[in-house]
């Protein structure tokens, strides 16, 4: 019987590790967990020969950082939520975003001409002053007629004179590249063209504007 149990404490020193790397606390890692280690009694995060090879000792990756969550995109500015725009112009809003400005004083152009007169010159520099800060907005200046005259050379002139008002916002500043116009002559009425009240609302300027 004493040699029964000499043989197993034999065995059992064995299989202990006592090997320095094994027994010194500056290589042990704290990642071994595997069984192996536990069968042949090597301390927790062993790092020697025989742990090694059975695969006990795996350096355990670090997860990694969560990727921080991607700022809210900013609120795309418009024009027609500008107030000082509401000094020159009539604002309305379309459910597509877009908005229509509509001269609250008319641009008022010679007898048959394109020439705008001087008097309705501050109206367009006053909207242009608005306009430039707003390079995400293009506008299209439509230009209208009453029904009176040939409709050809009506909408003719509703176009030159809407191209003459386009003009005179890009030399006040307003990028080329975010305007153009448009002639409709008389086909868009807001009054009757039955009277001289209502030809004169149906000759105007008015802008159309769009969040590019």
Known sequence: MKKVLTILAVALFLGACHCTKCTTTPYRSNTCNTVACQKHHHPKGCHCKKCKQEGCFKPVAKPAPAPKPAPAPKPVAKVADDAA?????????????????????????GHNSDVIQDDSLS???????VLKKYPNAHVR??????????????????QR????????????????????????GAARPVA???TKAGRAQNRRVELEVTNK
């Open 85 to 109: 725009l509401a000094e020159v112009a009539h604002v309305a809003k379309k459910a597509d975003n877009s908005a229509v400005l509509s001269f609250k004083e008319p641009i008022n152009f």
């Open 192 to 194: 009757t063209n039955k």
């Open 123 to 129: 109206q367009i520099r006053k909207t242009a002053n």
């Open 161 to 184: 004179r809407a191209k003459a008002v386009a003009d005179e916002l890009i030399n006040n500043g307003v990028a080329a590249e975010n305007v153009s116009f448009i002639g409709y």
């Open 141 to 158: 200046v439509a230009g209208h007629s009453d029904s009176l005259g040939d409709p050809d050379y009506n909408v003719d002139l509703s």
